[in-house]
């Protein structure tokens, strides 16, 4: 069909008042939402449809809405969604990728209804479109929150809490309870304000407020009043979590004793210049090392971070604490201060704390000069304790890892999405091409598809497709090969260095696996679900592209349909 045969004149239509009210309800919604008539073609589209693919309305208004789909997507709504939907007047959260002006590519769910309240105009459609990628990413953000706090809280010695915006504690790991002289319970129902000094509270609260207003963590540092009158110095880093509607639910917070820190630093500000000096590049542990890297001072600090009085690392190496995998790392950067290669240098590694366990630590280092000569004299600098930081830090990196699997897999059956089989096949078949080897393609279609939805319903459907993709995957056994969804009831198996015949062999104990799961099928000859299976392969001398390749496996499966399904059939053979 052209495009002038899909086009029709929204101006010629009998009633121009029905026109502009339907317009009106659809452009005024902040949703994606768009109408289509009896022939699928799009008669209204809110503004939020338009800005989201990048159309002005005068380019898709007439169009059919499956233009706007990916070619799977597009098949998929023409041959099972909309005729499903004329018919029953309603759809639920279909999966649908949708194309941009641009031509990226967004994931959408899609539901409609039938509006019969205008007849005038007849039955059109009502759909909104909601783009999940970011509501999955913001759902598995909240997720990932709770995650990392439930598995570090109890075993870190800082202080942790979760509270409301208001300050009420609604939860309190051990350490902060101890530093109190109270038990959790204890704590938890009460505001976090009654153990702040009153001048200090005017300050907190600000800082709160603050807090909620902003997406990442902030740093205060504050009194508190122990139960028994004494106040001490805090180091909180303060972050906001979010519920799906961007409320904030709770704070949380993780806190450090910071009293000692503090002191030092007074006492260091009342000593002589070299202390003032290193005070004011003091964040934890202050230390200074000499040329020969011995350490000249250390600040209090170090019991709390290393669990050693100062004068028992005064006189010594710091090399002596670090870990054998990370002491050439922290030499290499000693050296390089000390020759003025570099000022400055901040590395994060692993020392050993008194009770022999090793700590992660990140080392602010500066080199020291003579204000006459300019010669370097030694290095000063700070050592913060990050471990807490650093497990965080490995933990979200996995949380990563499994997002990016997440992102990769397909949800129903839980093989390999189509996204990562195209980027697969891109990548094995340069990979053919470069070192002349052989790499199979396996299409496979489920035989009489829709004929058993229409049997035995969508849910049926789905799980019969589940438990061909376990079949699949449990049949491919090498490292390297790739089972994926290719689209509705189609999947694709890469092979990578299978030649011809052991491509048809797995083809052919795919076939029999799905045969032999006796999934019952009335509409089928056999009475139970089949698969028709398309086999082509690149060989060491051939050039073929990969889009020929899935054309190939294409031809082969519906010659396989041809010859009365539940077969295999090879390309060329």
């Known amino acids: 069909m052209t495009r002038s045969s899909t086009l029709i004149d929204i101006d010629s239509r009998p009633n121009a008042r029905l026109r502009a009210e339907l317009d009106h309800r659809t452009k005024v ?43 799977e997507s597009r098949m998929y709504a023409i041959r099972e969604v909309l005729p499903a939907f004329f018919l029953s007047g309603r759809i639920d959260n279909v999966e649908y990728q949708m194309v941009c002006k641009d031509g990226r590519i967004i994931d959408v769910l899609l539901s409609a209804v039938l509006d019969d309240s205008l007849p005038e105009m007849g039955s059109v459609s009502v759909a909104v479109i909601t783009d999940v990628t970011a509501f999955k990413a913001a759902e598995q953000q909240l997720i990932l929150s709770e995650a990392r706090y439930r598995e570090l809280v109890e075993s870190q010695s800082e202080l ?17 309870a ?26 907190v609260a600000e800082h709160l407020r603050m807090v909620c207003g902003v997406s990442h963590s902030v740093e205060i540092e504050n009194q508190v009043v122990l139960p028994d009158g004494r106040v001490r110095w805090m180091a909180w880093t303060n972050t906001a979590l979010f519920d799906s509607k961007g409320q904030v639910t709770t ?3 993780v806190g450090r004793d910071i009293d000692d820190r503090v002191a030092a630093e007074r006492r260091l500000q009342e000593s002589e210049s070299r202390y003032r000096l290193l005070a004011d590049h003091s964040t934890d ?3 200074q090392l000499d040329r020969d890297l011995v350490r000249r001072y250390v600040s209090p600090a170090c019991r709390e971070i290393l669990g050693f009085e100062p004068e028992e690392l005064i006189g010594a190496k710091p090399i002596g604490m670090a870990h054998p995998e990370d002491a050439p790392g922290v030499a290499l950067v000693f050296q390089s201060l000390l020759e003025g290669r570099m000022e400055r240098h901040s590395i994060i590694s692993r020392v050993r704390h008194r009770d022999g366990h090793w700590i992660w630590v990140e080392a602010q280092l500066k080199a020291l000069k003579d204000p006459t000569t300019s010669t370097v004299s030694g290095i000063i600098g700070t050592l913060r304790d990050v471990s807490a930081r650093k497990a965080i830090e490995d933990q979200l990196q996995e949380a990563n890892r499994r997002l990016q699997a997440l992102a990769e897999q397909d949800a129903l059956t839980g093989l390999a999405n189509r996204r990562y089989f195209d980027e697969a096949l891109l990548r094995e078949h340069a990979h053919a091409l470069s070192q002349r080897t052989n790499l199979a393609l396996l299409i496979i279609d489920v035989d009489r598809f829709k004929s058993f939805n229409d049997r035995y319903g969508h849910p049926s ?18 490292a390297g090969d790739v089972a994926a969804r290719y689209g509705g009831e189609e999947f694709a198996v890469l092979l990578p260095g299978a030649d011809g015949s052991e491509a048809a062999s797995v083809a052919e104990l795919i076939r029999l696996a799905v045969l032999h799961l006796g999934i ?34 294409d031809r082969a499966l519906y010659r396989a349909k041809e010859r009365g399904r539940n077969t295999v059939v090879i390309a060329h053979d």
């Open 29 to 71: 919604t902040p949703a994606m939402l768009h109408s289509i008539d009896k022939q699928g073609r799009l008669i209204s589209v809110s503004d939020a449809w338009l800005a989201k693919l990048g159309y002005a309305r005068e380019e898709v208004i007439g169009r059919p809405s499956s233009e706007f789909l990916t070619p």
């Open 160 to 176: 942790v809490s979760l509270a409301s915006p208001e300050g009420v504690f609604s939860f309190v790991n051990h350490a902060y």
């Open 178 to 203: 101890r530093h109190y002289g109270l038990q959790p319970h204890e704590m938890v129902g009460r505001n976090l304000f009654d153990f702040i000094p009153e001048d200090s509270r005017a300050a």
């Open 251 to 253: 704070i949380h917070s």
């Open 285 to 287: 542990m202050v230390l």
């Open 461 to 478: 459907g789905d799980e019969c497709l589940k438990r061909i993709g376990g079949a699949i995957k449990d049949t491919i056994r090498r």
């Open 520 to 553: 019952e099928h009335e509409a089928s000859p056999n009475g139970i679900a089949t698969i028709s299976v398309g086999v082509t392969g690149l060989t060491g001398d051939s050039s073929c592209g990969p889009e020929a390749l899935v054309r190939e496996a």
